[in-house]
């Protein structure tokens, strides 16, 4: 991982330099082979699967990862020695640390990133009580082939498939309370993706989206009704606690 500032410079000749944090290995040797991390007893939480997953104290940050070698956990790692017996190009460090490279780059990119919205601050929603109310990220890594389930829809509390799945809306935004009260912009199209998704893997699940209205028309969400991809049974409550009255989905927690 690079942090960093940029010089001054003209078009193609941008002077970067940056801080790169210790990987713990020599990366010209490393091979990718994953030795390291299948022997490796540690498992710890993969934020990259947004904590639903579990990985090693020695891993490849995702699949596909470029470069595709591996990084040791030095918070986590026991040093019990095994990845260092395994590794038969010896390309696992004891000791590393953080050095200064410069760069000469010919363009930047700015990732600025962005920060989630921490859904325990509405606990009415029940957030980390109930195992099955999980985010969209979590649902995201959940789907996806490379996550942790092999990309299969499955209950965090039991691990069976779902019966049906609501999509609550307008969590963390248009919500004065939480001083957003704007719309987010993205969730109504996301939700529809993600419905789109389940029904390709489960087309007997019954889908619920929960929503204040319809915000995400204006970018294009008609098209997609039109392609009869609405969740079965659309309903407009402020989940229970938020003030407003609505239908709620049949089924006990399904």
């Known amino acids: 991982m690079l942090r960093g500032r940029v010089g001054r410079g003209r078009g193609g000749e941008l002077p970067c330099q940056g801080q790169e944090h210790p990987r ?16 490796c007893p540690v498992e710890v939480y993969n934020r990259f699967d947004a904590g639903i997953g579990v990985r ?66 509405k606990a009415q ?45 307008c969590v963390g935004s248009r919500d004065i309370a939480a001083g957003r009260p704007y719309c987010s912009g993205v969730c109504c199209m996301y939700a529809m993706k993600n419905a789109m998704l389940i029904r390709e893997k489960n087309p007997e699940d019954r889908g619920h989206r929960l929503l204040q209205r319809h915000p995400g028309i204006r970018q294009g969400l008609r098209g997609v009704l039109r392609a009869g991809e609405e969740p079965r049974d659309p309903v407009r409550p402020r989940v229970p606690g938020g003030g407003a009255r609505g239908e709620r989905p049949p089924g006990d927690g399904r």
């Open 24 to 39: 713990y290995i020599i990366e010209d040797e490393c091979n990718g082979c994953g030795d390291c991390t299948r022997i």
């Open 56 to 121: 090693k104290a020695i891993y490849k940050p995702h699949a596909q990862a470029v470069p595709d070698i591996v990084v040791k956990d030095q918070e986590h790692c026991i040093e019990c020695g095994l990845c260092y017996d395994v590794c038969g190009k010896e390309a696992i460090l004891r000791e590393d640390e953080e050095r200064v490279i410069d760069i000469q780059a010919a363009s930047i990119i700015v990732a600025t990133g962005y920060g989630t919205f921490d859904a325990r601050g």
């Open 125 to 169: 929603l029940r957030y980390l009580t109930i195992p099955d109310v999980i985010t969209s990220l979590e649902f995201e890594r959940m789907i996806n082939a490379s996550g942790p389930t092999g990309g299969e829809l499955r209950r965090l509390s039991n691990g069976k498939p779902p019966r049906s799945i609501a999509f609550v809306q």
